[in-house]
């Protein structure tokens, strides 16, 4: 892979119109992202903890291209708007997290309301795009970071706003920790909640979001047949306070390279997780790439990164409280335009350009 | 640290970490905090909320119509309230039973650190770090309190504006105008999508 990236560079087909990046963190190569022809029209998203409700933000964001979502330990579209005398950050860090009592969790009526009117007023597309999809959510049983109580309400909010309840797998059986779930041994205990919040409970649980979001998929390729490849996302975006890396990371089967037109599957780390924090663990060892192989699928990995001072989000997690645009008292993190989103967005229709 | 340490070749090595790991704390406590208090803005929280208020009127919340209260309601409120005051004195007592284990493990963690020290460096190299240690457990208990407070804190204004709600139930009012929503950027995000 690397050998056709730097003969592409050399055929000058890569270009860049800022400074290459040279190398990631880590030292592997930094790529302009390339054009795969990908099919955007069969777009699902998934992601852990701050990555869930990111997920559900892309999701309800972007529905008119989305044909389902996997919420592993996260709340529902606009919950940090829950209850009025809260600020965002105040709900945020209550309500969709660990509400005291369920009375105090996400406010789905009020949430489910707001949503109508934005699809009413345009700034997200229907949500009658949402009554063909399909959902995988997930809360552990000895998660104490995002409790059951809030995962309950992403169930609600969802078949309040037209998924079909048979269309969402909700699997609240498992007595694991704060993580993403795993089938590898050398990952934490299932019911731990410790860094980097990736658990072995015993089973891939990318692989059952991806097979509830893309019915009669195979199992999973024992081998790839490429690397997973890091590429500049600065060039998608043009907000100053995203807190997203420089780099970014995707995985394109052979045959997407090749010529198939390829669905994309977005992956959302949770906080703490980023790549500039846990290196490849997320991207390459928690088994969305061996399903993308064995089922011509992409998956694209974009990433935020801890920042201290502005925008405040030491530990590097996806905006669902309005911290990437700091100087607003109403912040956009939640439609189209939302910084973080647009640039993820902006990403997705990178893929789906013609090869050159 | 480092200068002070690497000039001193005569200082043990469990020493010479001690004092590090202590430095390694004075430094990153201030971080924390300024991480801390830049998440608030009590100008910009003020007018977040008022903006949350004007964008449920906008709604259709209208309490504030006072139409005929339903007396079923109150019996749930009451339910409710009884249900999260129950919780606080839950939580309440679990951040105080975490204070005291902690208290109560101080001498102990301190003897067993300090045993069989080699040499008066060694005894002090772990006296600091069983003590840094110490001083770590009761942060994060006081994190942990803090975080109580704040799902106690937020319980109760939910349940208030839930009350409201309920007891003052009104069908939802359509409207057309879109004044509160938010603008789908801020003036410096803003940019092409």
Known sequence: ?356 | MDNVTSSNAGIDTKLTEALKHWSDYASESPQNLQALFGSFNPLKDNVQIVQHMLQALYLGWTPASLGRMNPAALTDACRELAELQKAAQDKGTDCCQRFLNTTLSVGQQIAESVQGAASPQDFLGSYLDASLGILRQYEYNARAQATAFGQIQSAYRAWLQKTLENLYAQPMAETGATSSLPAPTSTQDSGSA
């Not at chain 1, 972007?62 to 708007?81: F, Q, R």
């Not at chain 1, 509400?99 to 009526?109: E, H, I, Q």
């Open chain 1, 1 to 356: 892979m690397k050998r056709l990236i730097r003969s592409l560079f050399a055929a000058g087909l890569v270009l860049t119109s800022q400074p290459p990046q040279a190398e990631d963190a880590v030292g592997k190569l930094v790529i302009r992202l390339p054009a795969y022809g990908a099919n955007i029209d069969q777009t699902s998203v998934s992601g852990l903890s701050s990555g869930a409700f990111m997920a559900s933000q892309l999701y309800v964001a972007l529905s008119d291209i989305m044909v389902g979502a996997g919420i592993v330990a996260g709340g529902p579209y606009l919950c940090a708007k829950s209850w009025m005398d809260k600020t965002l950050l105040e709900n945020a860090t209550t309500t969709c997290m660990h509400p005291l009592t369920p009375d105090d969790a996400p406010n789905t009526p009020e949430l489910v309301r707001y949503a109508r009117q934005l699809a009413e007023d345009g700034f997200i597309p229907r949500l009658e795009n949402l009554a063909d999809d399909r959902l995988y959510l997930f809360s552990g049983t000895r998660d104490p970071v995002v409790t059951t109580a809030v995962v309950d309400q992403t169930a609600a909010f969802f078949e309040e706003v037209g998924v079909p309840a048979t269309s969402i797998r909700y699997d609240r059986s498992v007595a694991a920790g704060h993580a993403l779930i795993t089938d590898d041994r050398t990952d934490k205990a299932c019911a731990l909640t410790e860094p980097p919040f990736i658990n072995d409970c015993g089973f891939e649980q990318s692989r059952e979001i991806l097979r509830q979001i893309y019915p009669d998929l195979k199992p999973p390729a024992d081998r790839l047949s490429g690397d997973v490849v890091a590429f500049d996302q600065r060039e998608f975006i043009d907000s100053a306070n995203t807190s997203m890396s420089d780099t970014g990371y995707v995985y394109v089967p052979q045959a997407c390279q090749d010529g198939v037109s390829c669905p994309v599957h977005v992956v959302l780390h949770g906080c703490l997780q980023g790549a500039e924090v846990i290196g490849d663990r997320y991207y390459a060892h928690t088994g969305y790439n061996e399903m993308a192989e064995a089922n011509n699928l992409i998956m694209l990995y974009p990433q935020v990164r801890p920042s201290r001072e502005t925008p405040s989000n030491p530990q590097g997690c996806w905006d669902f409280w309005g911290y990437s645009s700091p100087d607003s008292a109403t912040p956009d993190y939640f439609t189209r335009n939302a910084p973080q989103l647009r640039a993820i967005y902006r990403m997705l229709n990178r893929l789906a350009q013609d090869r050159p």
